[in-house]
């Protein structure tokens, strides 16, 4: 389903809606229900109970729901305060039927909306968010219905959390105790400690099948890997977050066979391992190692891999890296999906001052390519998340409209917990850090390096085994950036060290 | 065609002219002409082509580079756009042209100038192929390098579902791996596909793959990816495994063997817009008892399995062919878009299209 987000229109919305900052009289009456009839939706609420002391609230929700002038049936149902069930039960089935997805999908907007606006306002606005994600739960279900529907699941849990974390969002605190949701089950600072190691396993490879989000950074990083280091007989790579260590098999077949030039490189890895409970790929780095090491011995491909610990705070200390004379060094950050590197900001900010007493060759740097700040404010940049993930649901449902289950499955294990990490990170954040990764490398001082015609001619051959609606743009001289239809998704950077030590 | 260049000799308009101090030719009209001479042009010719080729030359460049004086961008200007025009065949032939094409023929005998309309000629085709060459091995090591990464992948998984299936037998949480321990326990299990469900844009890369992977439709199982059941838990190698290193770059259909399998499948090849849409693999449940509920796992992959080859092979053929096309277009018929792959890779021209 394709939304349209038109942020100007939606800021129209925010504006009037703020307006009301006193109730208007209450009702309990459905009077201003026009057509939509949110109690027939939720029949098993009983919305007095719940709304209470918060009547004044019913006015508000009700008057976001008001789509009155797209409704085709707005005067059918008369307002019924019982929530009786015989009459709402026909009349339930034949307003969802005649809603169309669209109309549903943008009231779930507008809702999620709301949700954040009232995160970010006062006490009394907390409450009315909680009102508004009880309204949400409602409607929304992450394994049915349609995008839009599973990805507002996937957002108003994320707000739950807001809601409950009160900010603090890279705690350990145990999230899943206060959850409501009945869909929430995995802890959020561990996404993957409740998910099933064969959950994970299939979304992951799902993931890589159904999308080129994958494949496009690590083709992109590879093909600039490579070319910077023609001449070279040994090659250093330290790998931010390896996981599988898929990226570099295919870096290893590309070494083996260069037609021309010197034999084939030695190619040393070092691995960033973390520290901690969380485990964040599907085996640990050592295994990853050991499947790294047979590969390239299959291959022929003259190999060595290390492993590097991260603090406890997964700090990144250069001086812990063992580097030998003669290598070309290269440090490589994948930060796309399915890495969970968006958990811990300082950590990929601390890798990234290390880059730069380290010289290395080449930095690849792949990350989530953030719409336009704006003013900055926690709803705008909410909103601009909402649309992010909304063009990649439908970005995976373009290719694969069939296979509902599979999707689901790959946003429940990757997207959701991104979903949540992302949003408080946005919460907490607020502003002060609006820049991409790539954009704070040139601030520091690292040089851009030119995507190759060979390069960009890769990377739309990729997306052309895809969907039509994947593109690929070069909007700076070192940068390719993915994206779905008029969404940019993904950003692939490369940069090297300035020549200039003293900069 | 450059009808600008006459030797004197045979020159259709007369004019007075006068020789310059640099040595170039000049009219004597109000409006003083550059006369192109067998040796200026030539001159033009070496330095454009030294800057590499008419569309990469400025008029800018081939003055300093010429290092004439006298000669202006007013000239130069012209005189590359003619250059240009003339360099491309059947480009609007007038009268004039037809003249100066007999009058070319008259140069042609004139050592000087065949060299340099072949030269030029050469150079235009040469930055086509050099291109052309570019993106096909581009293509090429795309090719080599989703195989290798399926191949990694495959090794990831297959070691991951050992360890599972060794998970379920100790019905612990801990994972280690138990080696080939865990491997006869799955014994029933290797009847079925392995976990590694090809890439689907990969499908239509392994020609003969593509018809192992539908001869053995009753055989995968996906449905161990849903489950928290291990038992469900796919593994074995029974199917082919596409990424076998055979050597095969099936991206260049150097095959003709592969390109004839393709054609029974591909003969149902229509104008779909998006062939991978609806297209699926199809993927039958187990025969053997789960224990559990399949209900939503069933319906995972789903595909009209006689299409599966067809129309992932038309996607992976329009991505070549739009290599080969920069003007993206989408032709109705697959043959359109077979014929410029077959003449790249060599394959025989008078092939007959498998395409209905």
């Known amino acids: 389903m394709a939304m349209a987000?038109?942020?100007?229109?939606?800021?129209?919305?925010?504006?009037?809606?703020?307006?009301?900052?006193?109730?208007?009289?209450?009702?309990t009456s459905t009077e201003n229900d026009h057509g939509c009839n949110w109690n027939d939706w939720s029949p098993m609420v009983d919305w007095e109970a719940l709304s209470g002391a918060q009547d004044d609230f019913q006015d508000l929700i009700d008057s976001m729901m008001d789509d009155g002038a797209l409704?085709?049936?707005?005067?059918?149902?008369?307002?019924?305060?019982?929530?009786?069930?015989?009459?709402?039960?026909?009349?339930l089935v034949d307003e969802e039927t005649s809603c169309s997805d669209d109309l549903k999908g943008l009231r779930l907007v507008h809702l999620l909306m709301a949700a954040a606006e009232a995160l970010t306002g006062l006490n009394k606005n907390r409450d009315l968010a909680r009102v508004i994600l009880v309204r949400l739960k409602e409607l929304v279900s992450p394994n049915d219905g349609t995008n839009m529907e599973r990805l507002a699941a996937y957002f108003t849990d994320a707000l739950q959390g807001l809601l409950e974390g009160s900010g603090s969002i890279h705690s350990n605190k145990h999230l899943s105790a206060t959850n409501n949701g009945p869909y929430h089950h995995h802890h959020r600072d561990d996404p993957q400690h409740h998910h099933h190691q064969s959950d994970v396993l299939a979304a992951f490879q799902l993931l890589q099948d159904m999308s080129p989000y994958v494949k496009f950074g690590h083709f992109t990083a590879n093909q600039a890997i490579l070319e910077a280091v023609a001449d070279d007989r040994r090659i250093h790579i330290v790998d931010y977050d390896i996981m599988e260590g898929i990226q570099w098999a295919s870096l290893m077949q590309a070494l083996v066979s260069r037609k021309d030039g010197p034999p084939t490189p030695h190619l040393r890895i070092t691995a960033l391992s973390r520290g901690g409970s969380g485990r964040r790929s599907i085996g640990t780095v050592q295994e990853t190692g050991r499947r790294l090491v047979a590969f390239a011995a299959s291959i022929g491909q003259p190999f060595s891999f290390h492993q590097c610990r991260l603090d406890s705070d997964e700090t990144f200390r250069p001086s812990a890296l063992k580097l030998v004379r003669g290598e070309a060094l290269v440090m490589n950050c994948m930060l796309q999906l399915p890495h969970f590197s968006y958990r811990a900001p300082d950590s990929v900010a601390s890798f990234l001052s290390g880059a730069k007493t380290l010289n290395p060759r080449l930095i690849a740097m792949v990350e989530e390519e953030v719409g336009p700040i704006g003013d900055g404010g926690f709803v705008s940049r909410f909103m601009d998340s909402l649309h992010h993930y909304s063009a990649f649901y439908d970005s995976l449902e373009a290719g694969f409209p069939m296979q509902g289950r599979a999707r689901a499955l790959v946003e429940r294990v990757f997207l959701g917990p991104r979903?949540?990490?992302?949003?408080?990170?946005?919460?907490?954040?607020?502003?002060?850090?609006?820049s991409s990764w790539g954009e704070r490398l040139a601030a520091v001082g690292f040089q851009?390096?030119?995507?190759?015609?060979?390069?960009?001619?890769?990377?739309?051959?990729?997306?052309?085994?895809?969907?039509?609606?994947y593109r690929v743009e070069e909007l700076a001289s070192n940068r390719l950036v993915l994206g779905w239809k008029s969404r940019r998704l993904l950003s692939a950077s490369i940069w090297t060290s300035p020549s200039d030590p003293d900069l | 065609m450059f009808h600008t260049k006459k030797p004197s000799t045979m020159n259709s308009h007369d004019r007075p002219m006068c020789v310059q101090d640099s040595g170039l030719v000049l009219t004597t009209d109000p409006?003083?002409?550059?006369?192109?001479?067998?040796?200026?042009?030539?001159?033009?010719?070496?330095?454009?082509?030294?800057?590499?080729g008419p569309d990469k030359a400025t008029p800018k460049t081939i003055?300093?580079?010429?290092?004439?004086?006298?000669?202006t961008l007013y000239h130069l200007k012209s005189h590359l756009q003619k250059f240009r025009l003339g360099k491309q065949p059947h480009k609007e032939f007038n009268d004039h042209s037809i003249k100066d094409a007999s009058a070319l023929d008259l140069q042609r005998s004139a050592a000087s100038s065949s060299g340099m309309i072949s030269r030029s000629m050469n150079e235009m085709q040469m930055e086509v192929q050099r291109r052309l060459h570019e993106q096909?091995?581009?293509?090429?090591?795309?090719?080599?390098?989703?195989?290798?990464?399926?191949?990694?992948?495959?090794?990831?998984?297959?070691?991951?579902?050992?360890?599972?299936?060794?998970?379920?037998?100790?019905?612990?949480?801990?994972?280690?791996?138990?080696?080939?321990?865990?491997?006869?326990?799955?014994?029933?299990?290797?009847?079925?596909?392995?976990?590694?469900?090809?890439?689907?844009?990969?499908?239509?890369?392994?020609?003969s793959g593509q018809l192992d992977l539908l001869h053995n439709m009753d055989r995968p199982s996906l449905d161990g990816f849903m489950s928290n059941n291990h038992d469900d838990i796919?593994?074995?190698?029974?199917?082919?495994?596409?990424?076998?290193?055979?050597?095969?770059?099936?991206?260049?259909?150097?095959?003709?063997?592969?390109?004839?399998?393709l054609g029974s499948g591909l003969s149902c090849l229509g104008s779909q817009d998006d062939p991978l849409k609806g297209d699926q693999i199809q993927i039958e449940p187990p025969l053997m008892d789960s224990g559990t509920d399949l209900d939503s796992l069933s319906g995972l992959y789903e595909t009209k399995p006689v299409h599966q080859g067809d129309a992932l092979d038309e996607k992976k053929l329009e991505a070549s062919a739009k290599i080969e096309r920069p003007s993206p277009r989408r032709a109705p018929l697959a043959a359109d878009r077979m014929s410029p792959m077959i003449n790249t890779g060599g394959m025989p021209q008078g092939r007959n299209s498998p395409f209905g």
């Not at chain 1, 005067?75 to 039960?89: A, G, K, V």
């Not at chain 2, 409006?31 to 033009?44: A, C, G, M, Q």
């Not at chain 2, 003055?63 to 000669?71: I, T, W, Y």
């Not at chain 2, 029974?238 to 063997?257: E, F, M, Q, V």
Request: net charge neutral; proline share 5%.
């Open chain 2, 31 to 52: 409006k003083p002409r550059l006369r192109w001479t067998v040796e200026l042009h030539e001159r033009f010719v070496d330095a454009v082509s030294q800057l590499g």
């Open chain 2, 234 to 261: 796919c593994l074995g190698k029974k199917r082919t495994n596409p990424y076998a290193g055979s050597g095969k770059s099936p991206l260049i259909w150097s095959d003709d063997l592969r390109l004839q399998d």
């Open chain 2, 63 to 71: 003055m300093r580079v010429m290092g004439v004086k006298g000669l």
């Open chain 1, 71 to 91: 409704m085709n049936q707005s005067n059918r149902l008369t307002p019924d305060t019982s929530n009786s069930m015989s009459t709402s039960d026909t009349l």
């Open chain 1, 419 to 434: 979903i949540a990490g992302s949003l408080a990170r946005i919460y907490s954040a607020r502003g002060e850090e609006g």
């Open chain 1, 5 to 27: 987000i038109d942020g100007a229109q939606f800021e129209l919305d925010f504006s009037s809606y703020s307006s009301i900052t006193t109730t208007t009289t209450p009702t």
């Open chain 1, 448 to 469: 851009p390096i030119k995507i190759s015609f060979a390069n960009h001619c890769q990377a739309k051959l990729l997306l052309g085994l895809f969907n039509d609606g």
């Open chain 2, 136 to 207: 096909l091995e581009v293509q090429r090591h795309l090719q080599l390098r989703t195989e290798a990464q399926g191949k990694y992948i495959q090794s990831l998984l297959e070691k991951a579902c050992q360890t599972l299936a060794g998970d379920q037998d100790l019905a612990s949480g801990s994972y280690k791996g138990i080696g080939n321990q865990g491997v006869p326990d799955m014994g029933a299990m290797k009847d079925f596909g392995p976990l590694n469900f090809p890439p689907f844009q990969d499908l239509n890369i392994y020609g």
